[in-house]
């Protein structure tokens, strides 16, 4: 069973940075696309970055290039979210989405549109307040 679940989130006053990690279980990682997601009170849900563990390939938005980094420990099975210079405006639950069909993750990663076969974590709280 594919379980995906995220940690990390807290307070952190702007310019802070924060890792979040996803940790993954039930799958061989290797064949999944991962991808960060965002959802402030109010906002739609926004998708921030997505790594292809098939080529390594690594995705951002724009809103966050630059700022965030998208990694994974082999190792662990776990993919990082590095959040550089937080705003208040980065303030939101981060959530964990997995994909693994080659459309999904075309969709997912490649054209950062919305697909109905992501598995999705419970999400951490972010807030970026002084």
């Known amino acids: 069973q594919v379980q995906l679940v995220e940690s990390g989130g807290g307070l952190v006053q702007p310019g802070g940075s924060l890792r979040l990690s996803c940790a993954t279980s039930?799958?061989?990682?290797?064949?999944?696309?991962i991808a960060w997601f965002r959802q402030a009170p109010g906002k739609e849900r926004e998708e921030l970055s997505c790594?292809?563990?098939?080529?390594?390939?690594?995705y951002y938005a724009d809103s966050v290039k630059n700022r965030f980094a998208i990694s994974r420990d082999n190792a662990k099975d776990v993919v990082y979210l590095q959040m550089n210079t937080l705003k208040p405006e980065d303030t939101a639950v981060y959530y964990c989405?997995?994909?693994?069909?080659?459309?999904?993750?075309?969709?997912?990663?490649?054209?950062?549109?919305?697909?109905?076969?992501?598995?999705w974590g419970k999400g951490t709280l972010v807030a970026v307040s002084s």
């Open positions: 989405g997995a994909v693994h069909d080659a459309l999904s993750i075309l969709r997912m990663c490649a054209e950062f549109r919305a697909v109905d076969t992501i598995t």
């Open positions: 039930g799958f061989t990682l290797d064949y999944f696309a």
């Open positions: 790594i292809d563990n098939n080529n390594g390939e690594t």
